[in-house]
Structures are given as C-alpha cells and as structure tokens.
C-alpha cells in the first residue's frame, strides 16, 4: 500500500542537539510538506518542497534546516537554533499543481526535549 | 495573506444529533479549493471533505456536508446522526490553486456524548 513513513514516532533531544526527522512516501507525490502542531495553534507549515534539490520555507523555518536528494524522501533536521522543540510534527504529500487533490500524512513524530 | 479562522476550540454534542462546525477564510483569489480534514487521538490526518470554490453545489460525504458560502467566505462542516467516532480535531484548511501551500485553521476538538 502506498503512504508515507515517518520515523521515528517518539525522539528526544538533549540541549545543543541537533536530531534528523525522516519522511519517506512511496505515492509518488512531487510535492513534500513539513508541518508543526502545538495545542491550539493548529498546523504551521516549517518547509515545502515541490521538486527534487529544490525546498521553500514556511512560516517558520528558523531553527529547521531539510533536504531533498531523492523525490521519496523529505528529511527535517531541527537544530540547537531551535529554541523550543517540543511539538508533534507532521510530514505530507501531495500532487504538484493539482490544488484539488488532497495532501496525505504520515503518523507524526513526537519531539521532546530532554 | 491568506488566513483560515476557526472560532470554536471546543463542542459538544451528543451521539446522533447534527453538529456544525464553523470556518471563514479570507482570501482575494477567486479559484481555490477548501478541505475539512479530521485528527482522532491516534494523530493521523484524515480527508472528511473538498470543496471546490467554483462549484455552487455543497459537497456531501456520507453524514457530512458543508455549507459553502462563497461570498461570505464561509465553509462550514455538518456532522449528521454523530458517532462516538466522529470524536477527533477538525481542521479546516485552504489551497490556492495556483499555489501549492495549503493553510489550516486552528481547529476545532468535538466531543461526541453517549
């Protein structure tokens, strides 16, 4: 079945860390979102990438840096810049240009601080 | 800039009645298109319904529906005969057509009642 995988679904980082989230989709999708969740605030949009070595920030890249070497594959890196990690984050995939087709998740990875 | 407003944190409702869930969104584009997006405590990001902004008709979905005002800029979400697993975040959300961003709103949390 095709989806998205992230990995791992629970991580903990210690002060100073960096610390790598993976995305992998096998739908073929261009286009590779990263979003956060923190109670109340819904979803922000980290970084979007609509093709391979090519990525756009969101609304609030500070602190995040990613990748796209390979179209299956959107890791997100959170840096020590990153002063409050602490959140669910969300990858997604969709069709590039067909704004009527619906994004697809993954489970989320839950980063914490320790 | 585009922004999705949902002005409900919370309902309640009980098991089998209707329940309506409220999103405005502002925007100046004319063709876009809007989702109602479900996330159950298991996490996972789940499509409940689309809406296209250039066609009239509301879209259904088995016991959901929507109320698309276009030119109030309303897309509300109607739950029929509610189930104790329609229990979950609704996330209301916005995709330009010519963009591939999608922008959420900050979500509702409905609770069904037995």
């Known amino acids: 079945d095709g989806g998205i995988t992230q990995s791992p679904k629970y991580l903990f980082r210690k002060e100073g860390q960096n610390v790598t989230l993976s995305c992998e989709q096998n739908l073929n999708h261009d286009a590779m979102y990263w979003y956060r969740q923190d109670p109340g605030q819904g979803l922000r949009l980290i970084y979007y990438?609509?093709?391979?070595?090519?990525?756009q920030k969101g609304d609030i890249a500070e602190g995040y840096s990613v990748s796209r070497e390979k179209k299956e594959s959107f890791p997100l890196t959170v840096t020590s810049a990153q002063k409050n990690p602490t959140a669910f984050y969300l990858c997604?995939?969709?069709?590039?240009?067909?704004?009527?087709?619906?994004?697809?998740f993954g489970d989320g990875t839950r980063l914490s601080i320790l | 800039a585009q922004t999705v407003t949902q002005s409900q944190p919370e309902m309640s409702v009980q098991e089998a009645e209707t329940v309506t869930l409220s999103c405005t969104y502002d925007t100046s584009e004319s063709d876009y298109y809007l989702f109602w997006y479900k996330q159950p405590p298991s996490r996972q990001m789940i499509l409940v319904i689309r809406q296209e902004a250039y066609k009239q008709q509301n879209a259904t979905e088995n016991r959901f529906s929507v109320n698309f005002q276009k030119a109030a800029k309303s897309f509300s979400l109607k739950i029929s005969d509610s189930q104790l697993g329609d229990a979950a975040m609704y996330f209301c959300?916005?995709?330009?057509?010519?963009?591939?961003?999608?922008?959420f709103g900050k979500g509702t949390r409905l609770h069904i009642l037995p």
């Open positions: 997604a995939s969709s069709m590039w240009g067909l704004a009527d087709q619906p994004q697809h």
């Open positions: 990438s609509q093709i391979v070595n090519d990525f």
């Open positions: 959300a916005y995709r330009m057509n010519r963009d591939d961003k999608i922008i």
